[in-house]
């Protein structure tokens, strides 16, 4: 088999920003969707990130702080990782893998939910959400790390083909993040290359930079690596916080095969 048999896009909690962190160069507010990603294979099932913690959807401030004045979050009550998983006929004990495409708090708040799974992150950042540089510590809640220190981790140094059949491939593309993680899912009736924030919108595929990247330079290459790849495996690029991608490619409760 080289090919996964089935994609969910499980929607979460939607942020709200200002345009210009993410665009260089623009302003505004815009609201953003902060996906999961589930994946059947037969050989085990795949999450790729987690949004959230759980917790935020009773009380965000209490969860994430001074973030709430910055960042506004909207947590549909139906849209909990766990019950997004239900409609989908699976419980958190069923995930094998854990894929987290970097440390930023949008995406590990869930991780504790799998203390049973093979747990997937770049070395580059876990060792750095412990100890980011001053100005973007924010956007780091060190307490979902520690809350996983135990689980089945498996630090990421290079690309990993993840069950060696070329269906799932975790592909290095840092820069928003030294060790953002991008995923490669091919089905049998469509490929997808699943961004994680090695973009954030079509504007920064087309060239705009994004303001809080940590390294403006590996953030090019990268996105020049997603093109490459997207060419080379007949992929269509799923850009996770792209409103645009989540009405053209996301929703759908019977999933992509």
């Known amino acids: 088999m080289d ?27 815009i609201s953003l969707p902060i996906p999961a990603f589930l994946v059947q294979h037969e050989r085990g099932l795949v999450l790729f990130d987690t949004g959230l913690d759980p917790a935020a959807w009773e ?12 960042f506004g979050l909207d947590c549909p ?17 069923d995930v094998t893998h854990v894929v987290i495409s970097h440390s930023h708090f949008d995406h590990t708040g869930g991780m504790f939910l799998f203390p049973q799974a093979q747990m997937f992150m770049s070395e580059a950042d876990l060792r750095y959400a412990y100890w980011p540089d001053k100005w973007c510590e924010g956007f780091f809640r060190r307490d979902d790390i ?12 290079a690309d990993l083909d993840l069950f060696g059949d070329g269906s799932i491939q975790l592909l290095q593309t840092p820069g928003h993040t030294h060790g953002e993680i991008s995923m490669l899912v091919k089905l049998p009736s469509k490929n997808f290359l699943l961004t994680g924030d090695a973009i954030h919108l079509q504007a920064n595929l087309a060239g705009a930079p994004c303001p809080v990247d940590l390294d403006h330079a590996s953030a090019g290459r990268s ?5 490459q790849v997207s ?6 690029i799923w850009i996770m916080h792209d409103p645009e991608d989540w009405a053209r490619y996301g929703g759908a409760t019977d999933g992509h095969a």
Do not use: C, M
């Open 77 to 93: 009550p139906e849209n909990k990782l766990v019950d997004q998983l239900a409609l989908r006929g699976f419980k958190p004990e």
């Open 231 to 236: 060419t080379a495996h007949d992929a269509d």
């Open 3 to 29: 090919t996964a048999v089935r994609l969910w896009s499980l929607p979460g909690a939607t942020i709200t920003l200002d345009l210009g962190l993410i665009v260089l160069g623009h302003s505004g507010p």
């Open 59 to 70: 009380d965000p401030r209490a969860v994430y702080g001074p973030l709430v004045d910055v």
């Open 146 to 157: 520690e809350r996983t220190r135990d689980f089945q981790w498996n630090p990421l140094t």
């Open 223 to 227: 996105i020049a690596r997603v093109k």
